[in-house]
């Protein structure tokens, strides 16, 4: 998943890459690829400078935000990444100034010796275009908190009244007037 940066002599050269499922690491467990990965863009040298811009698409599988079950998004992403090397990336000599990430800085990756890890930017991208808190349907109704039967499928006659413990030594306060 390696892209050679100095095969590139300047100018743009178009991208067509596919990878199978098998190439990505089932590390995380955010989210697991389920259809083959289809990078498609063009890739424009300018002396160090690297801008990737195209798109990735597949089928992710994640778990329900609610009720815990597998689902499968599609991603359809577009990218637009400028590229440095990363001995532009090094910081000052002194570790204690902060820098404020301007919204330039926000597109910008690194490289390191003349290679371009596509798999890297690939699943950088699945987790942009994933959403915070998927869930396998709009009405989806999670699990009980009483029993932790799925709602979607089953019914519970569990009452899920909470009670703040912190309000509950004036429950025995018994106020008169």
Known sequence: MLLDLSRLRG???????RFEPSEFSQIDGDFRVVAPVV???????D???????????TALECACSRCLEPFTVPIDAAIDL????????????DDDDER??????????????????????????FYLALPMKPL????????CP???VNRNRE??????????????????LNVKK
């Open 39 to 45: 990078l498609t863009g063009d890739v424009r040298k």
């Open 47 to 57: 002396d160090r400078k690297v801008r990737l811009t195209g798109r990735v698409q």
């Open 146 to 148: 009483v029993c932790g």
């Open 136 to 143: 396998c349907r709009e009405d989806c109704q999670g699990l």
């Open 82 to 93: 400028l590229l440095l090397p990363a001995s532009e990336n090094a910081g000052d000599d």
């Open 11 to 17: 100018g743009v050269e178009r991208l067509d890459r």
């Open 100 to 125: 404020e990430v301007e919204q330039d800085d926000l597109g910008v990756s690194y490289y390191a010796d003349d290679v371009i890890d596509l798999g890297e930017i690939v699943r950088e991208q």
């Open 155 to 172: 019914t519970c006659e569990c009452e899920a009244t909470w009670v703040d413990p912190r309000m509950e030594g004036l429950r025995s």
